[in-house]
T-cell receptor
Framework: QKEVEQNSGPLSVPEGAIASLNCTYSDRVSQSFFWYRQYSGKSPELIMSIYSNGDKEDGRFTAQLNKASQYVSLLIRDSQPSDSATYLCAVRKGGSEKLVFGKGMKLTVNP | DVKVTQSSRYLVKRTGEKVFLECVQDMDHENMFWYRQDPGLGLRLIYFSYDVKMKEKGDIPEGYSVSREKKERFSLILESASTNQTSMYLC???????????FGPGTRLLVL
């Protein structure tokens, strides 16, 4: 099993819908979880981080973490065409400076 | 604003050439990272450095070396470029007390 796995995608949703992006991780000692957004031809930028079980909301974005199931997700409410990008899940183990990235999921929001 | 810059956006080299990719950050970050990004394979860590003159291998260090002589600068060296090193190379930096990792704009390297 890969350390960080994301659904293969791509994902296409209509404008205004909820986009749901999922990620599982294999190492139970993982402590920090991140979602990066990467527009085509650009570098990744951090949009959400989450460290404890439950939900964390920031505007239209909600990150959800379930450590028992080793699962982290990103919900984008009221999706906009400007949300069209590749979303990367990243995980950091406690005591390590390294981030392990998933392969990414391409999201397209159709007007 | 944190700024991470990379020396070139696009680079074309010949097989066997020695290639230097430079990364500079202006926020006094301790940690710096080199990744390569390939379609279908995602972001893979090549090397990282947590202090001047300190380095650690990432997941795919073969064929690469790094140098960190100053805190703000982290160089990736391809000793003898090969066609399978054609890729997008991304540098990143982060300070030890923060979780946000900042990426540079990337260098797209083509090895012919």
């Amino acid at each position: 099993q890969k350390e960080v796995e994301q659904n293969s995608g791509p994902l296409s949703v209509p404008e205004g819908a909820i986009a749901s992006l999922n990620c599982t991780y294999s190492d139970r000692v993982s402590q920090s979880f991140f979602w990066y957004r990467q527009y085509s031809g650009k570098s990744p930028e951090l949009i959400m981080s989450i460290y404890s079980n439950g939900d964390k909301e920031d505007g239209r974005f909600t990150a959800q973490l379930n450590k028992a199931s080793q699962y982290v997700s990103l919900l984008i409410r009221d999706s906009q065409p400007s949300d069209s990008a590749t979303y990367l899940c990243a995980v950091r183990k406690g005591g390590s400076e390294k981030l392990v990235f998933g392969k990414g999921m391409k999201l397209t929001v159709n007007p | 604003d944190v700024k991470v810059t990379q020396s070139s956006r696009y680079l074309v080299k010949r097989t066997g050439e020695k290639v230097f990719l430079e990364c500079v950050q202006d926020m006094d970050h301790e940690n710096m990272f080199w990744y390569r990004q390939d379609p279908g394979l995602g972001l893979r860590l090549i090397y990282f450095s947590y202090d001047v003159k300190m380095k650690e291998k990432g997941d795919i260090p073969e064929g690469y070396s790094v140098s960190r002589e100053k805190k703000e600068r982290f160089s990736l060296i391809l000793e003898s470029a090969s066609t399978n090193q054609t890729s997008m190379y991304l540098c990143a930096s982060r300070t030890g007390g923060q979780e946000t990792q900042y990426f540079g704009p990337g260098t797209r390297l083509l090895v012919l």
